[in-house]
């Protein structure tokens, strides 16, 4: 866990993983980075682990931390790596997914710490040219899991595609469409494998970091962004740094959310994405 990570500052997943402690026990023993405290981060590529690259190039040394960062694109294995001490911390998910993981694994108190950005869901086609066009009986692939799925139902629902029951609460699923007028067939599927189903479905609501990944912007029409004006809109789906209980108050965590809310940051992600990641302030 004490490696000075320059340009790229990333290990693949495929490294073997070493137990941690808490974030302030984990000081560099090198020459160069005797002074600075290794945090080891597991992140989702886009836009996560590149924002982190960021404060690691440009950040992190003059503020005393060596961000060690583990790439990992399934969402379900960082949080279970954090829970057994693999890692430090997580940078890849929304409160909601949490809160779905955590009733999932009461034993495992993990700790959502502060709001960075938000990746809005898009509404991408290969075939279509608008959300208009969709034609009845098009499958449209949506997020397998519960938090996402949610937020793609609400999307296709802003279009008029189809409407979802006013009981269905938090987490609605295909199971809650009360009226389908086009007989769409709404296919759940990992997250990570929408953009790659987009030959063979008519359209698929993609995660911002999936889409930002496989280009889908500059590759496929975007028909629709996720609706975005809720009044818990931030609160719910802002991703942010994760942690153990124990560590949420750790002064070195503290510190990187200090520098991931710095101007320098904020600068970065307004013009790297252009609106399909937006930096936001803390709502905790």
């Known amino acids: 866990m004490r490696k000075v990570f320059g340009a790229v500052g990333v290990v693949t997943l495929a490294v073997a993983l070493s137990a941690c402690g ?4 984990n000081a560099g023993g090198g020459a160069e980075d005797s002074d600075l405290t290794t945090l080891k981060i597991g992140v989702s590529p886009v836009p996560h682990g590149e924002i982190l690259n960021f404060v690691q190039d440009t950040l992190a040394a003059d503020a005393g931390l060596n961000l060690e960062l583990v790439e990992i694109a399934d969402y379900n294995q960082p949080n279970p790596q954090l829970a057994q001490g693999e890692l430090d911390a997580n940078f890849f998910q929304h409160r909601t997914f949490l809160a779905e993981w955590q009733d999932a694994n ?7 710490v502060s709001d960075v950005h938000v990746e809005r869901l898009g509404l991408y086609s290969d075939k279509h040219e608008s959300a208009e066009d969709i034609p009845d009986g098009a499958e449209i692939a949506v997020p397998n899991d519960a938090a996402n799925l949610d937020r793609a139902l609400a999307t296709l629902e802003a279009e008029g595609l189809i409407t979802v029951a006013a009981d269905a609460g938090a987490l609605a699923t295909e199971a809650d469409i009360e009226d389908n007028p086009k007989d769409i067939v709404v296919t759940p599927l990992e997250a990570a494998q929408l953009p790659r189903s987009l030959p063979d479905v008519d359209a698929a609501v993609v995660n911002g970091n999936y889409a930002i990944e496989t280009n889908l912007a500059e590759e496929s029409n975007e028909l629709a962004w996720e609706p975005s004006d809720g009044p818990d809109y931030i ?4 991703n942010g740094l994760v942690v153990r209980a124990e560590d949420s108050e750790d002064p070195d965590i503290a510190t990187l959310v200090t520098l991931l809310h710095s101007d320098e940051v904020k600068n970065y992600i307004e013009e790297t994405w252009q609106g399909v990641v937006y930096p936001v302030d803390d709502q905790a």
């Open 235 to 238: 609160k719910d789906y802002a």
């Open 106 to 112: 009461p034993e495992d108190e993990l700790t959502y």
């Open 22 to 25: 808490a974030p302030s026990e």
